[in-house]
C-alpha cells in the first residue's frame, strides 16, 4: 500500500498552519502523530490533496497545571506522554491508565490525545474518560480561538464540529473534587485492540452519598454517550451492590449498540451493564476490581 501524491506544509507557527488550512478550504487535513490519519490515505479511504504537519509547531505537547484553569494537555501529547505524566498520575492518574491500555508501545509513542479526539471514532478510548472530568478542548483558527466543552465537540461517527481551518491545541480539565475516576473497556484481545465496550466513571461522594456522577459510554453509539438515567439514579443514593447492578442495567439501556464482527447489540448491552458496575467500583475504590498498573 502507497500514499497517494500529496501537498506537504510544516509551518512554524500555528497562525500559519490555520492561514494554510484556510486557504487551502477542506482539502487538507491536520498531520500530528498519523498513527489514524495515514493508515486510511494507503487505504485509499480518503486523499486529501495536502498535509498540514504540526511538527514544527512548538509548545503543543506540554501537560501541565495551571492555578485556576486545572489540568491543560497540549493536543499534541503523545499516548505515552500521558502514561509517564506526573501530573495526570497525582490528578488524574485514569487517564493515564486508560492511555497504557491504547494500542503498543510503538504506536503510543506516535498517536496523540489530539488525533484521538478529532478523528471521533466511536471507539476511540480517550474521549469517555475526558468527559466523565468535565474536560473541554480549544480549537485555534484564522480568526481567533474558542472552547466548548468536550461532551459537545462530537456530531457522528468520525465527525465533529471542528472547522476545516481550525486547530484543536489543547484539551483542559478543570479543577474538581472527584472522588475518583476510571475507565475500562473490552476489546478482542490483550493488546492493540479497539474497544468493543468502553465505559468510564467519575463520581464525587460526600460522607456517604453520591454528590455528582460521569457515566460515559464509547463504542456503543455513533458518539461517546453520557448516561444521564444511569447518574441521576446515583446521585443523592449511598452506593450498595443493588444500586449498581441497577445503574448498570440504566446504561446498558441508555446505549445504542449495533451488531458487528466484534460483537452483537445484545452482547454489548450487558458488556455495558458489567463495565459501568466495574468502573463504579473502581472509582470508588470499592474491593473487587484490581488496580492497572501503569508503566
Known amino acids: 500500500m502507497y500514499l497517494p501524491d500529496f501537498d506537504y506544509y510544516a509551518p512554524a507557527t500555528l497562525k500559519e498552519a490555520c492561514f494554510n488550512l484556510a486557504r487551502l478550504d477542506g482539502d487538507a487535513k491536520v498531520l500530528a502523530g498519523g498513527t489514524d490519519l495515514l493508515p486510511h490515505m494507503k487505504n485509499e479511504v480518503i486523499a486529501p490533496k495536502a498535509l498540514v504537519s504540526l511538527k514544527e509547531i512548538q509548545g503543543m505537547q506540554e501537560i501541565t497545571y495551571v492555578p485556576g484553569r486545572g489540568v491543560v494537555i497540549g493536543a499534541k501529547a503523545t499516548h505515552n506522554a500521558l502514561v509517564r505524566s506526573q501530573v495526570l498520575r497525582d490528578r488524574y492518574p485514569s487517564i493515564s491508565e486508560t492511555a497504557h491500555s491504547m494500542a503498543n508501545y510503538q504506536i503510543r509513542n506516535r498517536g496523540t490525545i489530539g488525533g484521538n479526539i478529532v478523528s471521533a471514532v466511536p471507539s476511540a478510548d480517550l474521549p469517555p474518560i475526558l468527559m466523565a472530568l468535565d474536560a473541554s478542548v480549544v480549537m485555534a483558527g484564522p480568526h481567533g480561538t474558542r472552547t466548548i466543552p468536550l461532551e459537545q465537540f462530537f456530531v457522528g461517527p ?104 466484534r460483537g452483537s447489540e445484545e452482547y454489548r448491552r450487558d458488556m455495558v451493564r458489567v463495565f459501568t458496575k466495574r468502573a463504579l467500583r473502581k472509582a470508588l475504590h470499592l474491593p473487587g476490581e484490581q488496580k492497572r498498573g501503569v508503566k
Open 158 to 261: 468520525r465527525c465533529s464540529v471542528i472547522a476545516c481551518d481550525e486547530i484543536l491545541t489543547d484539551i483542559v480539565i478543570p479543577d474538581q473534587a472527584a472522588t475518583g475516576s476510571a475507565y475500562f473497556k473490552f476489546g478482542l484481545r490483550r493488546s492493540g485492540a479497539l474497544a468493543v465496550v468502553g465505559v468510564a466513571a467519575s463520581i464525587v461522594v460526600n460522607e456517604t452519598r453520591v454528590a455528582q456522577a460521569h457515566v460515559v459510554l464509547g463504542a456503543v453509539a455513533p458518539t461517546p454517550v453520557r448516561a444521564f438515567k444511569a447518574e441521576q439514579l446515583l446521585i443523592g443514593n449511598s452506593v450498595t451492590e443493588a444500586l449498581l447492578e441497577e445503574v448498570g442495567r440504566a446504561a446498558a439501556d441508555e446505549c445504542k449498540p449495533i451488531s458487528d464482527i
